[in-house]
């Protein structure tokens, strides 16, 4: 059963930056896409950046060119590089395994199967 654990997360202000990381552990990491999802007080969850197994990325619309998703395989860990923050980033962000090995499916929540606790992220203007 695998097991993720965020950290990183905490206050900034708008235009600063965050990274957040992920800790993985009890699969094999590296077959697997991770993401990224955010989830605001009375709004769903929403995908916010994705990588596969073969480093392919997918960024939601509203954080391209500000964001950047990569993993380390050698550390079982996962990165969300977070700058030129808004106040419309505020949310807890949810690292997320994909459901199958080798998958080409990263883009939607049905292709991810487990979530951390969750971190959050609050950006003040």
């Known amino acids: 059963q695998v097991q993720l654990v965020e950290s990183g997360g905490g206050l900034v202000q708008a235009g600063g930056s965050l990274r957040l990381s992920c800790a993985a552990s009890?699969?094999?990491?590296?077959?697997?896409?991770m993401g990224w999802f955010r989830q605001a007080p009375g709004k769903g969850r929403e995908i916010v950046a994705a990588?596969?197994?073969?480093?392919?990325?997918y960024y939601a619309d509203s954080v391209k060119g500000r964001f950047t998703i990569s993993r380390d395989n050698a550390k079982n860990a996962v990165y969300l590089q977070m700058n030129n923050l808004k106040p419309e980033d505020t949310a807890a962000y949810y690292c997320?395994?994909?459901?199958?090995?080798?998958?080409?499916?990263?883009?939607?929540?049905?292709?991810?199967?487990?979530w951390g606790q969750g971190t959050q992220v609050t950006v003040s203007s």
């Open positions: 009890g699969r094999t990491f590296s077959r697997f896409a």
């Open positions: 990588i596969s197994w073969r480093d392919n990325t």
């Open positions: 997320a395994a994909g459901r199958t090995a080798y998958s080409g499916r990263y883009h939607s929540t049905p292709d991810f199967d487990t």
